[in-house]
């Protein structure tokens, strides 16, 4: 969203939105502040229409609720918009570029033949020395000959630089279109990545049961608390630090991260077997436990950071919404059974924790624990 207000406006929305935003359970940041401005200046009648749902009865919005309404109605559409215009800016180099190309080969035929007629002219006029033509008139054709020659090499030049500059522009636009499949904190690839990687994978998906793709779902345990601790820019590196470690693990060929929404995470698996699956979750998980928050010159220990993770393999013919949706299920079998462990959702919606809260090898094991100073 572009915000156009004048300064006086802008000031009269800041105290039409500060009362509202105090009223609700979450902090004065910019994205409890972005949705509040919008709200005020009524522009994203979307937003209003589901603020007023969720704030009806005098019900205050929490902070998961503020970061999902920022990411739906103001930070989703402003992707899309970004999408569109790319896709026009390419439209538009696309065509220069063809017809840049067009023009050269061009003046490079019509230079040829050009020097071919002058060749030929002067061949008949050595041949044909009974009716020489006049020397000052066929001068005068070689020498225009030969402007018309250097006005198309200028012209090669030029448009020799315009295809470097369109394919500069081409690169620019392409590199712009990546970054809206990123997510800009973590470098994962983002939702809208995630969706339609869903999307192509359950499209290419064969028949065979055995083949049919995994979905992983993580969510940092009490992620919350960690900001509520130690603030959101540490949050943020703890976003990061999980996201390495969802890249770390040893996922096959193919295999899609993406962080999702606020603390929730993705790990698409077009070809797994169930046990390569468990494995990589179990993985995810336990090197997630590993990690410590420290502080001081002590290294003292204050805290942990654990994720539950649900696991589900797409059955025949479904589409996206369900596949996800039950492995949206497994995960949150995951946070009511303790957190910290893995559950594994079959279609008959079965679900059973796979991996028991701290198993005994873990808790000897010597590996190297990832630390974070708070
Ligand atoms: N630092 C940071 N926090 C975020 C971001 N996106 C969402 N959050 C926070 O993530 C927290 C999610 O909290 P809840 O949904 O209550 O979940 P939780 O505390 O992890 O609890 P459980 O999931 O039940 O274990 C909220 O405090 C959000 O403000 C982000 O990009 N950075």
């Not at 790319?86 to 023009?103: K, L, N, P, R, Y």
């Not at 949050?235 to 693990?249: E, I, N, P």
């Amino acid at each position: 969203m572009r915000y156009l207000d004048s300064k006086a406006r802008s000031a009269e929305h800041l105290r039409a939105a500060l009362p509202l935003m105090t009223r609700q359970n979450t902090a004065l940041h910019p994205v409890s502040y972005a949705i509040w401005y919008e709200y005020v200046s009524g522009t994203n009648p979307d937003l209003n229409r589901r603020m007023q749902e969720l704030t009806q009865h005098g019900a205050a919005l929490d902070d998961a609720q503020t970061w999902a309404l920022f990411r739906k109605h103001v930070a989703e559409p402003d992707n899309e918009a970004a999408r569109q215009l790319s896709d026009g800016v390419t439209q538009v180099i696309e065509s220069m570029a063809a017809s840049a190309a067009q023009a050269g080969e061009d003046a490079a035929r019509i230079d040829a033949s050009l020097g071919g007629w002058v060749e030929q002219l002067l061949d008949q006029v050595q041949q044909e020395e009974q009716q020489p033509a006049p020397a000052d008139l066929l001068q005068e054709v070689v020498a225009n000959t030969r402007e018309i020659r250097q006005v198309m090499d200028r012209l090669q030049v030029q448009l020799d630089a315009s295809q470097g500059e369109i394919r500069r522009l081409r690169d620019e636009v392409q590199r712009a279109r990546n970054e809206a499949f990123v997510d800009a904190l973590t470098g994962l690839a983002n939702r809208r990545a995630f969706e339609q990687q869903l999307d192509a994978c359950i499209a290419a998906a064969p028949q065979t049961p055995a083949q049919l793709p995994w979905l992983m779902l993580g969510d940092i345990d009490h992620f919350k608390a960690i900001n509520d601790s130690f603030g959101h820019v540490f949050g943020d590196q703890v976003l990061r630090a999980v996201a390495q470690t969802l890249k770390s693990v040893a996922a096959p060929e193919g295999a899609l991260p993406a962080r999702i929404g606020g603390e929730e995470f993705a790990l698409l698996l077009p070809c797994a077997t169930l046990a390569q699956a468990q494995a990589l979750a179990d993985q995810m998980r336990q090197k997630v436990a590993l990690g410590r928050i420290r502080r001081g010159e002590q290294n003292e220990c204050i805290a942990r950071v654990t994720i539950s993770l649900g696991l589900t393999q797409m059955q025949r013919g479904e589409g996206a919404g369900a596949f996800f949706e039950r492995a949206d299920q497994a995960l949150y079998a995951s946070k009511r059974d303790g957190r910290n462990r893995v559950s594994v959702l079959d279609s008959t919606a079965r679900s059973g924790p796979q991996s028991p809260q701290l198993p005994g090898g873990e808790r000897g094991q010597q590996q190297r624990t990832g630390t974070l100073h708070a």
